[in-house]
């Protein structure tokens, strides 16, 4: 049987919308939740496809193929700036809203995002404290268990360097290419911080986290902190 799509189906069926928004849940609630819910479920999407666009990067540069490894990592910028846009969005919510949201998220947070993770393990950023978070599958876990015994995009890119030079035209546009992804996530985990104490000030975030003192400390993170400054 071929794998080929059929050029017959419909919009939906191509996108699986039924199923997608059935499992979304997002006819139920209040539209403030609906709101919530949603900027944190395209969130997710987003970030499965930049795990896949970080992967394909990472074969590619085994593989000794800098100009397609950099090709699946300049699109990435312009992922996270959506991102940004998001808790853009999210600050339209009235803190009022943003509280009895936040009161019925219970023992949930952000910091279970496992696929957010596997982003840093996938780059190389590997705290493996990140593996005992509580609300994690261990589905979940056993992924991020496989993330470390894989070669890092990090790694990949070093022998690279050690294969090429730095001068190499290849290694310079995947070098740059790195930048340009790490320093839009770092835009990104500030705005996160930034929004997180709009709405909480000083307080704890949910599940007992640190909140916003935790998510400023993480802005200071880089994803490829040796490649700064490293040609």
């Given at each position: 049987m071929s794998d080929a799509p059929h050029t017959d189906q419909a919009y939906g069926d191509i996108l699986r919308l039924e199923p997608l928004l059935a499992?979304?849940?997002?006819?139920?609630?209040?539209?403030?939740?609906?709101?919530f819910l949603v900027t944190h479920q395209a969130c997710e999407l987003w970030f499965a496809l930049v795990l896949g666009h970080l992967d394909a990067a990472a074969r590619a540069l085994r593989d000794d193929e800098a100009d397609a490894a950099a090709g699946w990592l300049e699109r990435l910028p312009s992922v996270v700036r959506v991102l940004v846009a998001q808790f853009d969005a999210l600050t339209t919510l009235a803190p009022a809203d943003?509280?009895?949201?936040?009161?019925?998220?219970?023992?949930?947070?952000?910091?279970?995002?496992?696929?957010?993770?596997?982003?840093?393990?996938?780059?190389?950023?590997?705290?493996?404290?990140?593996?005992?978070?509580?609300?994690?599958?261990?589905?979940?876990?056993?992924?991020?268990?496989?993330?470390?015994?894989?070669?890092?995009?990090?790694?990949?890119?070093?022998?690279?360097?050690?294969?090429?030079?730095?001068?190499?035209a290849g290694v310079i546009r995947v070098r740059a290419a790195l930048l340009d992804f790490d320093e839009a996530f770092v835009?990104?985990?500030?705005?996160?911080?930034?929004?997180?104490?709009?709405?909480?000030g000083g307080r704890r975030g949910t599940g007992g986290s640190e909140g916003p003192a935790y998510l400023w400390r993480a802005a200071g993170k880089r994803l490829f902190p040796d490649v700064w400054g490293a040609a």
């Open positions: 499992s979304a849940h997002v006819h139920e609630g209040s539209p403030e939740r609906m709101f943003f509280e009895g949201i936040r009161t019925a998220l219970g023992s949930a947070s952000g910091i279970q995002s496992a696929q957010f993770r596997e982003i840093e393990y996938a780059c190389g950023l590997r705290d493996t404290r990140a593996l005992s978070t509580r609300g994690f599958s261990e589905a979940e876990r056993d992924r991020l268990r496989r993330r470390l015994t894989e070669q890092s995009v990090a790694d990949a890119y070093e022998r690279l360097v050690k294969r090429r030079g730095h001068a190499d835009v990104w985990r500030a705005r996160h911080a930034g929004l997180a104490e709009r709405f909480l």
